[in-house]
């Protein structure tokens, strides 16, 4: 197994595609993800455009749907619900398939879809993505961050470093064998300098001080916990997520 890690979407090798593929944005759409599935949401449906979205959910019955909208960190007028993955309890969630576009974790799916196993990771449910990618050893591995608008985003690659140092703790792997790219080492190293103090580096990254400014101090504290949801949202067909059963 090879690891390779890619900060935003935009530096994935456009002629290449990897076996397994994984989308990550701890702040906040992925953590979302798996808090709906594992709060008992039926699926996950991901777009990039409000609109396709909003044309695509008409379809499902009012009482079996959900439509997230977040730009900017802010919820969309018109939307049940921004990108808090502490609105998604169980009883609003449970049953309903939800329809859901953000600014950057979206995109990021876009981008990997096509990979033979898409998987999304946050830090919250770590350890099950990681118990995955021991027990299938897919050949070649992208953890693709989301970033911010294009840009390096620390609370993305430092999941990506949670992911590598776990591996790396249960198998006899050393990071070199592991590494595919020199991104995998410095996400290992973030990961070992902060993995006591997440929700301070949540605080220090930028996405992290925009939704502070949005009073959403209790989503990064929720974001900045490892392995408290045993979640694995794997895609089932392009852009649709559910529970690996």
Not at 2 to 19: A, G, I, N
Request: charged share 20%.
């Amino acid at each position: 197994m090879k690891l390779f890690v890619y900060h935003t979407p935009e530096l994935t090798p456009t002629d290449q595609t990897p076996e397994c593929a994984i989308a990550v944005d701890v702040l906040r759409a992925t953590s979302t993800m798996a808090t709906v599935l594992a709060s008992g949401g039926e699926a996950v449906q991901v777009f990039s455009d409000l609109d396709q979205l909003l044309e695509v959910s008409e379809k499902w019955p009012a009482k079996h749907r959900l439509r997230a909208g977040e730009r900017g960190g802010a919820k969309v007028a018109g939307f049940d619900l921004g990108n808090s993955p502490l609105d998604c309890t169980p009883e609003l969630v449970q049953g309903r398939r939800l329809f859901i576009s953000t600014t950057n974790g979206t995109r990021a799916l876009k981008r990997v879809q096509d990979a033979p196993i898409v998987l999304t990771a946050a830090l919250i449910n770590r350890a099950a993505v990681v118990q995955f990618l021991l027990d299938q050893q897919p050949e070649s591995v992208w953890i693709v961050g989301s970033g911010w608008e294009g840009s390096f985003s620390l609370e993305d690659t430092v999941c990506a470093g949670a992911i590598a140092h776990s591996i790396l703790q249960h198998t006899q792997l050393s990071p070199a064998a592991l590494a595919g790219n020199d991104e995998v080492i410095s996400a290992i190293a973030l990961y070992s300098q902060w993995q006591n103090n997440l929700l301070g580096l949540l605080h220090q990254a930028s996405h992290g001080q925009r939704l502070l400014r949005l009073e959403c101090h209790e989503d990064l504290k929720y974001c900045s916990q490892t392995d408290i949801l045993d979640v694995l949202p794997i895609q089932q067909e392009p852009g649709v997520l559910k529970s690996q059963s």
